[in-house]
């Protein structure tokens, strides 16, 4: 496991990210449904034969917090503070936009841990500044991918989720959308931006803690004297083999590993402008 800085450490030692109350949003699970899904993640790692992992999760408590990175309890205090800290630094919440970018690698199933997640964020930050964009904070996310209709194999697809400030932008969508191509993507829409509204759930959804298994179908339509293809996309629960693979990787790139930060520093409390 990567070990979790100092400033992790000191931030999270902070019990209020692991209650209820301010911030909270929609899709934010409670304590108590956090606290389930850490046991139902031990019980599977235990099934699994994952002894170490299974031991630390199982040890997550007030005041000893494992700060494991498949911890659902440690990943929910880690949204918490993080929208909290980001939605301070990130105003008038006007100039910026929720970009969405799925990235140019992707792993088959069994070989997410051969995925560098550092390289995969560096990668992001190199065209983030090739694009001339200003801050931008969010996090790395996964969802696995199957596709029922077509002999492609099932893979784990990482994307990432940004909250990035709207100066300049003709110029930086212009590379990234040059750099993350949809040649190399299976959802219709790899890159998706949109103007933030300001709600905390954007921010919270970075490093949201649950993740989607998705089935992409085509379909045929006959609509206006054609035959139209269709792609459809529907969600579903990982099964146990992808959330033994998911967990072990969490836990192997650690909290921090998900985070992206551009133009952004850990500075004591939460972040700051990079100078
Ligand atoms: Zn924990």
């Known amino acids: 496991m990567n070990t979790p800085s100092p400033w992790l450490a000191k931030n999270l030692a902070d019990e209020r990210w692991f209650g209820e109350g301010q911030p909270n949003w929609k899709h934010l699970p409670s304590v108590e ?3 389930i899904e850490r046991l139902k993640r031990v019980r599977l790692l235990k099934k699994h ?4 992992l299974m031991t630390a999760l199982a040890a997550c408590a007030p005041g000893k917090r494992c700060l494991s990175g498949c911890c659902p309890e440690c990943g929910r205090a ?9 939605s301070q630094l990130l105003t008038p919440y006007n100039e910026y936009d929720v ?3 799925i990235g140019r690698t992707q792993r088959l199933q069994g070989n997410l841990r051969t995925l560098p997640a550092a390289k995969f964020r560096d990668h992001l930050l190199r065209t983030l500044r090739r694009g001339r964009a200003g801050l931008a904070l969010g996090g790395i996310d996964f969802s696995f991918n199957e596709f029922p ?3 492609r194999l099932a893979r784990w697809v990482p994307h990432f989720w940004l909250l990035i400030h709207n100066a300049n932008r003709p110029r930086w969508e212009r ?9 190399a993507l299976i959802r219709p829409r790899p890159i998706r931006i949109d103007p933030w509204d300001g709600n905390i759930e954007a921010l919270g959804y970075a490093l949201k803690t649950k993740f989607d298994r998705r089935i992409s179908k085509v379909t045929y339509r006959f609509a206006r004297g054609k035959v139209r293809e269709c792609k459809n996309t529907t969600s579903d629960r990982l099964r146990a083999n992808e959330r033994v693979e998911l967990f072990l990787y969490l836990h192997e790139i650690g909290l921090e590993g998900r985070l992206v930060l551009f133009e952004v520093t850990k500075a004591r409390g939460g972040f700051d402008v990079a100078s």
């Open 99 to 101: 970009a969405s970018i």
């Open 149 to 151: 209709a077509t002999d």
């Open 49 to 52: 034969r994952h002894p170490e």
């Open 175 to 183: 590379v990234v959308r040059e750099t993350y191509l949809a040649k």
């Open 33 to 35: 449904k956090a606290q």
């Open 78 to 86: 880690m949204q918490r503070f993080v929208a909290t800290k980001a």
